[in-house]
């Protein structure tokens, strides 16, 4: 049966990059060469006359584009100093008349970034199917990963006083404007843009400091143009309607749905881990040799939540104890630590192309996703996985349900003494790294994006 889909999405390469964007690009072409009619919605740049409008764009490899002028702004992972921006009513005819003319059947949303709630009402009103993929904690969370600035889970909002805080320095509105538009679609790669970004992280990483008591003391007394912590709980209310206005939830992993369904009630909804294009079956035997040092892999960025230096402090405890068999490689943006204290085993390797991973797999013994915040899935271990590489991970990284613990894979809890005790053992006997690649191995398959679009029709089958 052929369907027409709609997806509304961040919109595309090379202005929107990462898992989400290439998850979503995936899915639509795949969906095309099984002989959908497909096309994309994503917010775009802003217009004079600052009216909510949709124009068509040119085809992208036979998806037809189409951009909202004027809408949300997307604030990425800055996060949302002004509540009220995110909270603004829209005239609901322009989606009517947008989804009436484009005949679709399924609305299938990646984010609820720059996500008009009209355009959810304006599909039920016409009795078109909607389907939300949670990529991301955007809605529950302005700062898009539940992390508060301390780089822990956040686990109480405080009835919205601790987003006050947490939100503070996110993009202005004129730089949030001007990363929509077009001038920045061309320039974005350039070096000025390039530079300035980095020293806008740089600024952010800075002010997101735990405050001392004075500093917190003086801000709490320069509130004026300050959101209320009640505006905060508004704005979450607001998606969380939205989301359970949406007809189907598909959670890329029961990380993501024990996460959501803390907030979100009453949904119908379906665990279906995700995949990607470039994700083959390139399984190879592998055989880490016990007379050579073990060879751990870290890939990911720096940030506390994302578990490195979590990983590291284990590290310096196995080289207090003498147990100094084992190199580090880090694949990362702007990693800075002191290679000294690890006497010249850790290696920084910096960023990465795609086309070099099959190598780095070669070069790996183990990878390792240290990750201490709810990772929605975690492309990067089923990379891995791909390859026939063993992974070491903990319980909050969502391809966890992929892995059957002991035997496909290295399950651990966010704890230093299970990650120490389970890379002690395999640094004394390589044979578990052995027994896991040959468990991986004898795998019937890979799971591939040929097979999750199939999936992702079904749901879609059943929805209709």
Not at 111 to 126: P, Q, S
Not at 149 to 175: A, V
Request: some cysteine.
């Amino acid at each position: 049966m052929v369907i027409k889909i709609l997806h509304y999405s961040l919109g595309l390469p090379p202005l929107r990059t990462g898992g989400l964007t290439k998850y979503s690009v995936d899915l639509m072409l795949n969906q095309i060469a099984s002989g959908n009619k497909v096309s994309l919605l994503y917010p775009g740049h802003f217009t004079l006359d600052k009216k909510l409008k949709i124009k068509g764009n040119k085809d992208f490899k036979g998806v037809k584009v189409y951009e909202i002028l004027n809408p949300l702004s997307i604030p990425l992972l800055g996060g949302v100093p002004n509540p009220k921006e995110y909270l603004k009513e829209v005239d609901i005819d322009v989606y009517i008349n947008f989804l009436k003319a484009a005949k679709i059947k399924i609305l299938h949303i990646h984010t609820l970034m720059g996500l008009d709630k009209e355009l959810v009402a304006a599909a039920k009103e016409l009795n078109i199917k909607t389907i939300f993929t949670s990529h991301d904690y955007f809605g529950i969370c302005p700062k898009v990963n539940l992390i508060d600035l301390k780089g822990d889970i956040c686990t109480d909002y405080g009835n919205g006083e601790n987003c006050i805080t947490c939100n503070r320095n996110g993009y202005s509105n004129f730089l949030v404007i001007f990363m929509q538009s077009k001038i920045y679609r061309f320039l974005k790669n350039s070096f000025f843009i390039k530079k300035l970004r980095a020293y806008k992280q740089k600024l952010i990483i800075k002010k997101n400091r735990i405050l001392t008591k004075p500093e917190e003391e003086k801000e709490k007394k320069n509130i004026k143009n300050k959101p209320s912590a009640i505006e905060y709980v508004k704005l979450r209310k607001n998606y969380i309607d939205i989301l359970e206005n949406i007809d189907f939830v598909h959670y890329n992993s029961t990380v993501s749905k024990n996460t959501y369904e803390k907030y979100i009630n009453n949904v119908n909804s379906k665990v279906l881990n995700i995949t990607h294009s470039n994700i083959k079956d390139n399984r190879i035997k592998k055989h880490s040799k016990a007379n050579e040092p073990l060879k751990i892999t870290y890939i990911g960025s720096i940030e506390k939540y994302k578990g490195l230096y979590f990983l590291l402090n284990v590290l310096q405890r196995l080289l207090k104890n003498n147990i100094s068999k084992w190199s580090l490689n880090i694949y990362g943006k702007n990693v800075t630590i002191n290679r000294d204290e690890f006497m010249g085993k850790v290696s920084i390797k910096g960023t990465y192309d795609y086309s070099e991973l099959e190598q780095i797999f070669k070069d790996t013994d183990v990878l390792i996703v240290p990750s201490i915040w709810y990772e929605t899935f975690g492309y990067i271990a089923l990379e891995a996985f791909s390859y026939g590489v063993p992974v070491i991970l903990t319980e909050l990284v969502g391809f966890k349900d992929m892995i059957t613990p002991e035997v496909t894979g290295i399950i651990i809890k966010a704890d230093e003494d299970e990650l120490y005790k389970n890379l002690q053992t395999i640094i004394d006997d390589r044979e578990k790294l052995s027994y896991i690649n040959r468990n991986i191995m004898e795998l019937p398959g890979i799971y591939t994006m040929e097979k999750h679009t199939q999936d992702i029709m079904k749901l879609y089958t059943n929805l209709i």
